[in-house]
């Protein structure tokens, strides 16, 4: 869903106290414009965590009162929903190919008719 990780920052305490005044205010909010922008509620949850670990990454960006950074995390849900749904990068596709969910080999039909069972 996003790139990878680079060198992890710790929060100062005032940035989590914010983050934290943020989550409490604006939960909802998230998680519902997630929903508007994914196919299932599973996948909308995957968003709304995604919007609030970038927020943590981005706290220091957002001026003003925490009541009125609805647009803000509305715009990094939006941005962290399409992210989900974009075509995968080679950094991101699997490296080990031993795994039994790759490993699968799918039959080959020589034809429709034989693939639907007619």
């Known amino acids: 869903m996003s ?11 005032e940035a989590a106290e914010r983050v934290a005044r943020l989550y409490d205010l ?14 299932s509620p599973d996948v909308a949850q995957d968003v709304a965590g995604e ?20 647009a803000w995390l509305a715009t990094i849900c939006r941005r962290a929903a399409a992210d989900f ?3 995968r990068r080679s950094w991101e596709l699997p490296t080990d190919w031993s795994d039994p969910a790759w490993a699968v080999r799918l039959p080959a039909v020589s034809s429709v008719e034989q693939l639907l069972g007619v």
């Not at 990780?5 to 305490?13: D, E, F, K, M």
């Not at 604006?26 to 196919?39: E, G, M, P, S």
């Not at 943590?56 to 609805?70: D, M, V």
Request: hydrophobic share 40%.
């Open 51 to 70: 919007t609030w670990l970038r927020v943590t990454r981005s706290i220091a960006s957002l001026q003003g009162a925490e009541e009125n950074a609805g």
């Open 3 to 13: 790139r990878p990780a680079g060198p992890q920052v710790p929060l100062s305490s």
């Open 85 to 87: 749904y974009r075509p």
């Open 26 to 39: 604006h939960r909802n909010r998230v998680l519902a414009v997630a929903r508007r922008f994914t196919l």
